[in-house]
């Protein structure tokens, strides 16, 4: 049995950045409306938008922007 980690599609990373974006602007909203954020929820923001870069970068150097909205 294998124990190396399978690379996803690009596909799969375009699903994985909405899911991020939407739970990045989830809290950037909580944090507009005066609410604050307690320290984990700031630190999940950050991590979100970490991890959208990083597959922002990704797609882009496949040419494959289109599947998050982006231009090609």
């Keep these: ?3 190396a980690a399978r690379t996803p599609t ?16 989830k809290l950037a909203a909580k ?8 320290a984990i929820d700031v630190r999940s923001w950050e991590f979100a938008e ?8 990704t797609l882009a150097a496949a040419g494959m922007l289109h599947l998050i909205g982006g231009a090609r």
């Design 31 to 38: 944090a507009a409306s005066g609410e604050g954020l307690p």
């Design 50 to 57: 970490e991890l959208m870069a990083g597959t922002r970068a």
């Design 1 to 3: 049995m294998s124990t």
């Design 10 to 25: 690009l596909a799969e990373m375009a699903a994985d950045y909405r899911s991020h974006a939407a739970h990045a602007a």
